[in-house]
């Protein structure tokens, strides 16, 4: 018995539909995503920065001086202490030029013209900071005997200064 021709054909022309559908498909193209080059994070290893290094922040300073009117106190309390005092000085700028990394701990290179360094010494025990704050060279001082500061007296100095600003009389400008 013969077919007729209309059968074969649409059969023909169903099998060239999928086939077309099916090849499409294999060189569709999909749209390529590009990410945002993420910016390199750069951890504190010997580099300069100007903000107190994170683990600083809550690090409890281990100097033996404290009083009733010296509390004991962490590293980032110690600095605001001391931008308050800095600023009761009318001192424009920040107490804190940059902290750098030691191997012994951090140094605090300061915008101060009497305290240019404070050396902080710092272990991790317990996964928490201590830092003991070492000598100071106090540099309007010429004699040997008067150039050190100790840290505690650095520490009560900075506490006394920062905590009530004695000052009257408004900065200029």
């Given amino acids: ?18 086939a077309t559908i ?27 920065s100007h903000s107190t290094p994170r683990a600083l922040l809550s690090a409890r300073i281990v100097n033996t001086g404290y009083t009733d009117q010296v509390p004991k106190m962490t590293v980032g309390k110690l600095v605001e202490y001391a931008e308050r005092s800095f600023s009761c000085a009318c001192h424009r700028e ?11 701990g951090y140094v605090l290179s300061s915008n101060s013209k ?15 900071y201590s830092c003991f704050v070492n000598e100071i060279t106090n540099t309007t001082r010429s004699e040997l005997s008067r150039r050190y500061v100790s840290g505690d007296n650095f520490i009560k100095t900075i506490y006394v200064n920062g905590r009530v600003c004695k000052r009257q009389e408004t900065c200029e400008g």
Avoid at 1 to 18: A, D, E, G, R
Avoid at 94 to 104: A, H, I
Avoid at 114 to 128: A, R, V, W, Y
């Fill in 1 to 18: 018995m013969k077919t007729p021709w209309h059968s074969s054909y649409s059969v023909f022309i169903t099998l060239l539909l999928v």
């Fill in 22 to 48: 099916l090849s499409g498909c294999a060189r569709m193209d999909v749209p390529s995503i590009s990410l945002p080059k993420m910016p390199d994070i750069k951890l504190m290893k010997n580099k300069v």
């Fill in 94 to 104: 920040r107490f804190v030029k940059s902290w750098d990394k030691s191997s012994t």
């Fill in 114 to 128: 009497e305290f240019e360094t404070i050396k902080f010494s710092c272990e991790k025990e317990e996964g928490e």
